[in-house]
């Protein structure tokens, strides 16, 4: 799989193509996104909650970097990195 551009959308309709993310709550709790494999499946993580949660993040809103990395269980499988706004497969 070819690196899928993360691009920052503003609600659930607007979440169509691969690599699609957007923030939920405010200040940001959890990032929703669709799989950047192109499978079509919606994953997400926790981000707010250090203490809780296991990924980082950079705080960036719009080319977000988390780690570690993003495994999509229950899903295709998808591993891979959100570095910079880029998805990375493993």
Known sequence: M?????????SFEEMKE???FRWIGDPPSRMSFV?????????????AHPETCIWEWNKDLEKPTTTPSIKFVGGCGWHGYLTDGVFRSC
């Open 35 to 47: 799989c950047p494999c192109g499978c079509g499946s919606f994953g997400g993580i926790g981000i």
């Open 2 to 10: 070819n690196n899928v551009e993360a691009k920052r959308v503003n």
């Open 18 to 20: 691969p690599g699609n």
